[in-house]
């Protein structure tokens, strides 16, 4: 069952959620290919930032999310499971971002199947998908109960908090 988010914030803080869990992820697949890491981290912190309501310049944000598109299309691409799981953790943030910037964005379903779909294709390869997809339930279910009543930023303590606790990625990193 895909969560109802009715708040564009709801939307970015779930999105924010699933990028800051799996960053390590990318950052790995810039370190494999000797790539920049730092697009990724420099909107993910402004992101973040402005979850907890400490930046108020929407075009500081757009500058950051507008630098992260144009490195995300400069990333090597290939068809390897860790591709597709770096492109996934910068669709997150980018949804996140542009939920922020557009209040009708709303990627949670589309994310929650690409999430779904790289289980799938990991079931050939390990047998820890059903733990990794009891992981993601709880992860989700937790961020929902946090965010059930989030209507703006600064989101609460609580979000952050999670986030620290979720120190490994939704694929086992």
């Given at each position: 069952?895909?969560?109802?988010?009715?708040?564009?914030?709801?939307?970015?803080?779930?999105?924010?959620?699933?990028?800051?869990?799996?960053?390590?992820?990318?950052?790995?697949?810039?370190?494999?290919?000797?790539?920049?890491?730092?697009?990724?981290?420099?909107?993910?912190?402004?992101?973040?930032?402005?979850?907890?309501?400490?930046?108020?310049?929407?075009?500081?944000?757009?500058?950051?999310?507008?630098?992260?598109?144009?490195?995300?299309?400069?990333?090597?691409?290939?068809?390897?499971?860790?591709?597709?799981?770096?492109?996934l953790t910068c669709s997150c943030l980018y949804s996140a971002a542009e939920s922020i910037l557009d209040p009708e964005?709303?990627?949670?379903?589309?994310?929650?199947?690409?999430?779904?779909?790289?289980?799938?294709?990991?079931?050939?390869?390990?047998?820890?998908?059903?733990?990794?997809?009891?992981?993601?339930?709880?992860?989700?279910?937790?961020?929902t109960d946090i965010l059930s009543e989030a209507k703006q930023t600064p989101l609460s303590k609580d979000y952050f908090?999670?986030?620290?606790?979720?120190?490994?990625?939704?694929?086992?990193?």
């Amino acid at each position: 069952m895909t969560p109802s988010f009715e708040y564009p914030i709801q939307r970015a803080a779930i999105c924010a959620a699933f990028a800051h869990i799996n960053q390590g992820h990318i950052q790995l697949w810039c370190e494999h290919n000797t790539q920049d890491f730092s697009p990724f981290t420099k909107l993910n912190n402004k992101v973040l930032s402005y979850l907890r309501g400490e930046l108020k310049s929407l075009p500081n944000l757009e500058r950051f999310h507008e630098a992260f598109a144009q490195w995300r299309e400069e990333l090597t691409q290939d068809d390897a499971l860790a591709y597709q799981i770096a492109e996934l953790t910068c669709s997150c943030l980018y949804s996140a971002a542009e939920s922020i910037l557009d209040p009708e964005c709303n990627d949670v379903e589309l994310i929650l199947q690409d999430i779904d779909a790289i289980y799938h294709t990991m079931e050939s390869l390990t047998d820890s998908v059903p733990e990794l997809q009891a992981y993601k339930a709880d992860i989700q279910q937790g961020l929902t109960d946090i965010l059930s009543e989030a209507k703006q930023t600064p989101l609460s303590k609580d979000y952050f908090d999670f986030l620290k606790e979720c120190d490994t990625s939704l694929f086992g990193l």
